[in-house]
Nanobody, 115 residues
Framework: QVQLVESGGGLVQHGGSLRLSCAASGRIFSINAMGWYRQAPGKQRELVATITSGGSTNYADSVKDRFTISTNNAKDTVYLQMNSLKPEDTAVYYC?????????WGKGTLVTVSS
């Protein structure tokens, strides 16, 4: 099993920044990709950004040039640096790890952007 613990959410003003962190533990060898998804009230969960074990990144169009995903050297922690935040970025942000085709999820951290 893989355990994921997110941190770094909170309340921020329009135009502000936040950095989310997600620490992975347990069976973390052979992780193929790590990422962030979000779910706003009344909406489906959507991809925000992913990073593969090889370092390739993918971003939702809505966050390109504002958000940056990265990992630490041990590749057991994934970060999401969020700049120029907008009210529409308000959501619960979930950490995701894909390993052997199985997705593991954190419990989520709430990000609220005030206008």
């Amino acid at each position: 099993q893989v355990q994921l613990v997110e941190s770094g959410g909170g309340l921020v003003q329009h135009g502000g920044s936040l950095r989310l962190s997600c620490a992975a533990s347990g069976r973390i060898f052979s992780i193929n990709a790590m990422g962030w998804y979000r779910q706003a009230p009344g909406k489906q969960r959507e991809l925000v950004a992913t990073i593969t074990s090889g370092g390739s990144t993918n971003y939702a169009d809505s966050v390109k040039d504002r958000f940056t995903i990265s990992t630490n050297n041990a590749k057991d922690t994934v970060y999401l640096q969020m700049n120029s935040l907008k009210p529409e970025d308000t959501a619960v942000y979930y950490c995701n790890v894909e390993r052997y085709g199985i997705n593991h999820w954190g419990k989520g951290t709430l990000v609220t952007v005030s206008s």
